[in-house]
């Protein structure tokens, strides 16, 4: 741990020798500036006022969030598997409690994340568990603290262990992503990260090019994203934020969701 920069707003991780004003990410269209101006804090800071809570989901599946919220909000997710575990998405705080806890579940083998707005201290989390992270080539512009754990990929998917897949889904950025778990349950789990945003409702997925100022995407790319989701089985999806666990009729919301594009 150092006294790198952390954007407030976003969550990512800067190098000690970034000297820039700006955040890279939030400066994209997709994410955002505050009115009041780019802020950003430290990890001695953010562990001061922050930790790590653990919740189990499933009996192989456990969600990891910065305690209290900061920056996007988003969890991690932690899919326990025979082969090795994978990392899903990244968090900016990596504290000793943890670090313990997945030592004491095998360790990484693997982090796999969404889109560039989770890319986070993923650096911090590679080194010290000693796993490659895997990233789409199509957004490596965005990474701003480079480390040589980075695996990029290209194609439509990455095919790990225990037929678990990284699968490329578009939309929010063209290397948006999803993890398939195919064998937790009947029909297997996706982790959709904001590659498909679920509403307060539960009723609802969008998806759209900037979710913070609202832009959409264009129909032929829902087009596209429609026609691969209608190819993979799942039963249980769960999203980026802790309530957006869906257990019921995923895949019909969703499908339904995507018609309402027209």
Same mark, same amino acid.
Request: glycine fraction near 6%; include cysteine.
């Given at each position: 741990? %150092?006294?790198?920069?952390?954007?407030?707003?976003? +969550?990512?991780?800067?190098? #000690?020798? $970034?000297?820039?004003?700006? @955040?890279?990410? @939030?400066?994209?269209?997709?994410?955002?500036?505050?009115? %009041?101006?780019?802020?950003?804090?430290?990890?001695? &800071?953010?562990? /001061?006022?922050?930790?790590?809570?653990?919740?189990?989901?499933?009996?192989?599946?456990?969600?990891?969030?910065? &305690?209290? #919220?900061?920056?996007?909000?988003?969890? *991690?997710?932690?899919?326990?598997?025979?082969? +090795?575990?994978?990392?899903?998405?990244?968090?900016?705080?990596?504290?000793?409690?943890?670090?313990?806890? !997945?030592?004491? /579940?095998?360790?990484?083998?693997?982090?796999?994340?969404?889109?560039?707005?989770?890319?986070?201290?993923? /650096?911090?989390?590679?080194?010290?568990?000693?796993?490659?992270?895997?990233?789409?080539?199509?957004?490596?512009?965005?990474?701003? %603290?480079?480390?040589?754990?980075?695996?990029?990929?290209?194609?439509?998917? #990455?095919?790990?262990?225990?037929?678990?897949?990284?699968?490329?889904? +578009?939309?929010?950025?063209?290397?948006?992503?999803?993890?398939?778990?195919?064998?937790?349950?009947?029909? +297997?789990? !996706?982790? @959709?990260? &904001?590659?498909?945003?679920? *509403?307060?409702?539960? /009723?609802?997925? *969008?998806?759209? $090019? *900037?979710?913070?100022?609202?832009?959409?995407?264009?129909?032929?790319?829902?087009?596209?994203?429609?026609?691969?989701?209608?190819?993979?089985?799942?039963?249980?999806?769960?999203?980026?934020?802790? $309530?957006?666990?869906?257990?019921?009729?995923?895949?019909?919301?969703?499908?339904?969701?995507?018609?309402?594009?027209?």
């Amino acid at each position: 741990m %150092n006294n790198s920069k952390i954007c407030a707003t976003c +969550g990512t991780k800067y190098p #000690v020798y $970034y000297n820039e004003s700006g @955040c890279l990410i @939030c400066e994209d269209d997709r994410q955002y500036v505050p009115l %009041n101006g780019q802020k950003w804090t430290s990890d001695f &800071d953010l562990a /001061k006022m922050h930790t790590v809570k653990i919740h189990q989901l499933k009996y192989n599946l456990f969600e990891l969030i910065v &305690d209290p #919220v900061f920056a996007i909000g988003q969890r *991690s997710l932690l899919v326990i598997s025979k082969s +090795g575990n994978i990392l899903w998405d990244c968090i900016p705080l990596l504290d000793e409690n943890v670090i313990r806890f !997945i030592e004491e /579940k095998g360790g990484l083998q693997a982090i796999a994340i969404s889109h560039p707005h989770y890319y986070s201290n993923m /650096k911090d989390w590679a080194e010290e568990f000693n796993c490659p992270i895997f990233l789409p080539e199509s957004e490596k512009h965005f990474i701003v %603290n480079p480390t040589d754990k980075i695996t990029f990929w290209t194609g439509e998917k #990455v095919s790990f262990w225990d037929g678990i897949e990284l699968i490329r889904i +578009g939309g929010h950025f063209p290397g948006s992503s999803i993890l398939s778990l195919p064998n937790i349950n009947e029909k +297997g789990i !996706i982790l @959709c990260g &904001d590659t498909f945003n679920l *509403s307060l409702s539960m /009723k609802h997925f *969008s998806i759209m $090019y *900037s979710y913070p100022n609202k832009i959409p995407l264009p129909i032929k790319e829902i087009t596209k994203i429609r026609d691969k989701v209608q190819q993979i089985d799942f039963d249980e999806i769960y999203g980026f934020w802790p $309530y957006q666990n869906l257990l019921t009729d995923p895949k019909i919301i969703l499908m339904k969701s995507l018609e309402r594009y027209k």
